[in-house]
């Protein structure tokens, strides 16, 4: 056995110093958005057309300065380091995407949700106001009313004025009886 050094407990694990490296992973998903972004476009395919091209014609026909001889290891190499970082950068940016499209979705389907319950009140409300209006009398049901009772004591006022006519003297006797 090894003899305990003072003040040192063997339940806890001991602390060492480590550098530690805070990103935010924001920031590194906004940066890596913007790289995917445009190694999806066509300036980019057409720049890195142009290098490939300037980098074969310049190992192939300048002697002097041949840095990559034919089986051009080094391209390769430039290649797949390119490829090598392209792809989780990619790869970040669709869940980035993906996240933003889930949290989308939810919130469309909690308005979703909330519109439809709205419509339900607003419909249930409708039909008990409706119920409530099929009991009362509306204006144009009491104006017509009125228009049929105003046309009926016309009709009345009409046909009493035609039994007692001024222009039909009642008959009467001008002889007075008393006189005999």
Known sequence: M????PGRKLDTPQERWRPTFNLDSD?????????ARFLGTGRYLAIQTVVVIVWI???LFAIAIR????????LNLA???Q????APLILLAQNRQENRDRVSLEEDRARAEQ????????????AAVRLAVGDTVTRDYLRKELDDLIDELTERLR?????????DEPKTDDHDPTVD
């Open 67 to 74: 840095w990559d001889p034919y089986p051009f290891i080094l």
């Open 57 to 59: 014609g310049l190992n």
């Open 115 to 126: 519109t439809k319950s709205d419509t339900e009140f607003l419909a249930r409300e409708l």
């Open 27 to 35: 920031i590194v998903g906004v940066y890596s958005e913007r790289v």
């Open 159 to 167: 046909e009493r004025t035609e039994e007692t006519d001024p222009l």
């Open 83 to 86: 490829a090598a970082y392209a």
């Open 79 to 81: 290649f797949s380091t």
């Open 2 to 5: 090894s003899p305990e050094r």
